[in-house]
């Protein structure tokens, strides 16, 4: 490990050195902090848990050239948490998580190819998933057409995946997609007023079978309009085909979002997410259908509370109930330099059976959302939140812990990033 890191510091040292002479280079940085204190993140507390503290850490060195002809992009990356390796010991944190280069055969029509970042609508589906340490890139080819004068967009994505260079068909056994592709169209059809439609097709091989895939599309259309001081957001999506393990799959997700500038300085925004489930009380139907939603390859942290109960798997969670979030959030200028937020979130099942004969109260709980975010400077910025839940015993009954024996579920961290630009030279 220690010659590979050693080997691929010293490939970006060339590259640096090849192109310092050359047009629109920059070397830039990114250092990322965030210590937590955690006591039912995710996961209930009961009387036997203590609360963690601990903090992560998230080192980026970005290499970006760009000339008329191609752009392109080197991010190297370390993830790790204070103290998790011992000194002297190299546990291989070092990864690289972009290497993409992108070609203009016109002024409109590109080809991405390499390791990426997607980042699409919201991020609903496909998200770079900044919160966490590592994030998430992906190893594609993107045909972009990008026509300025019509406001319209289209990428048309293919990936494929395999663990080696393999002499005949092999094993594929991450949790994660075999092939992928998706077609995603944008619009903007005024000042006010835009559209775009996604459609994905991710293929799943079926676990230990290397002959078996399963094909699942996800379709649907997010718009946004902003007429004024008010402004809304609506997504549909539609989910078919079967699962990984071959069920089959038809399922939905809705969403709106409406905002209102109420002063100046202030926002209140209105959301509701509904993420479909699967009705467990007929057991011989479960057994060859699901109605559960996947988010595929999207964020959760941004949509369904910062406490991260919900949304890493939905088409799992609650096993597989679905879930529904009413939430109302008001955030706040305060001065150039800092904003705050807070949010209140109501979160409910879709179906009300965790089993053919467990049917249960469907509300599962509130919580409450609060952040403060400072700007320090154009490269420097300080975050710090603070989360509680306020548990249903549903949610007990769901984290196993019995009714009314949960402790007060709460969630602090504070953040700070710096944002340096080691190098830029434009010709």
Known sequence: MKIFIFNLFNTFLCLCITFSSLAQLSLSGNLRNRGEFRYGQGVLPD??????????????????????????????????????????????SLDLFEAWIKYYFTKKLSVKLGRQRLIYDDQRLLSETNWNNKGSSHDLAVIQYENTERLLSCHLGLGLNNLNEDKFLSDYNLNYYKYLSYLWIHKKLSDKLDISLIDILDANQKPAFKNIIYIRNTAGTNVKLKPGRISAEASVYIQH?????????????????????IFRNTSLILGYDHYSGTDLSDSIKVMTKTNSFSKLYGSNHRFLGYMDYFGKDIASENNGAGINN????????????????????????????????????????????????YKASNDLSIKAGY????????????????????????????????????YSKTK
């Open 326 to 373: 009413i939430n109302i959030r008001i955030e706040n200028t305060v001065t150039k330099s800092i904003r705050s937020q807070i949010t209140w979130h109501w979160f409910a099942l879709d179906k009300e059976y965790l089993s053919a004969t467990n049917k249960v109260d469907k509300y599962l709980g509130t919580e409450i959302d609060l952040m403060l975010t």
């Open 47 to 92: 009387s036997s848990k203590k609360p963690a503290f601990f903090v992560n850490q998230r080192t980026r060195l970005m290499l970006d050239y760009n000339n008329p002809k191609y752009l392109l992009k080197i991010t190297i990356q370390d993830s790790r948490v204070w103290g998790d390796t011992e000194p002297k010991r190299d546990n291989g």
């Open 241 to 261: 085909g079967n699962i990984s393990t071959g069920e089959k799959l038809l399922s939905n997700f809705y969403a709106a979002k409406f905002s209102w500038d």
């Open 387 to 422: 989360s509680f839940m306020l548990p249903n015993n549903t949610l007990e009954i769901i984290n196993e812990i019995q009714e009314g024996k949960s402790r007060f579920a709460q969630f602090g961290w504070l953040q700070i990033q710096f944002n340096p630009i080691l």
